[in-house]
């Protein structure tokens, strides 16, 4: 598959999906959320770790982005800053970026969302940031609880975000094709009359429980 037909798949299969295919790893916690929910992302991720309300390493790691990179930002979770906004915005879409994901809070909101694009934060701050601090570009990040290294690939929705390790996308595509072919057939079955519980074999649990 191309390069965009994989980004592409990854984004038709969804977080949840892939999420559950690869042994329920990779999600990033639940406060990292959609600025947009009807917006999909996937991408390769372009890994920056800066400090609390500084945002001279997003500068820097934008002008080393490759077209189809997704940012990933560890901003260390801080909430009384927003260092994204609509000019990175800009930027970004310019440098063929496909979308950001950070810990931590963004703002101008509105422009953002009219863009069409896609961003993953803990929320929004109309407080700016500074630009004099280092960090690390490129290099293994904490960003949601999940650790990610630069070139993994990052899928995020509506459900949330999940990463993919670079050597696994290939398996990890096959089983959640797997998977969402199972839950068609199950899909299929319910409309039959079949039960869940048949389904699942959740029989042999609930006699355990003593769920008659």
């Not at 400090?51 to 001279?56: E, I, Q, R, V």
């Not at 899928?155 to 797997?178: C, K, Y």
């Not at 299929?188 to 959740?202: C, F, K, P, V, Y």
């Amino acid at each position: 598959m191309t390069s965009q037909t994989v980004m592409d798949t990854l984004k038709t299969l969804g977080s949840a999906t892939i999420h559950e295919a690869q042994g329920q790893r990779g999600a990033m916690d639940s406060g990292i959320k959609p600025l947009d929910p009807t917006l999909r992302m996937a991408g390769r991720a372009l890994t920056v770790d800066c400090s609390p309300g500084d945002n001279l390493l997003i500068h820097y790691a934008i002008s080393k982005a490759r077209p189809g990179d997704v940012l990933v930002v560890d901003a260390k979770g801080f909430t009384e800053g927003g260092p994204w906004g609509d000019i990175l915005t800009l930027a970004a879409t310019l440098a063929g970026i496909r979308g950001l994901i950070i810990d931590g809070m963004v703002r101008d909101a509105d422009t953002i969302i009219e863009s069409r694009f896609p961003v993953f934060c803990r929320g929004l701050s109309i407080k700016g940031t500074h630009k004099h601090q280092s960090g690390r570009v490129k290099e293994t990040i904490q960003c949601g609880g999940v650790a990610i290294r630069a070139g993994d690939f990052v899928v995020g929705d509506r459900d949330g975000v999940v990463v993919v390790a670079a050597e696994e996308l290939d398996d990890v595509i096959r089983a959640s094709q797997a998977r969402e072919e199972k839950e068609e057939a199950f899909r299929r079955e319910l409309e039959q009359g079949a039960s869940t519980l048949d389904l699942l074999n959740l029989r042999g649990t609930l006699d355990r429980l003593g769920l008659k």
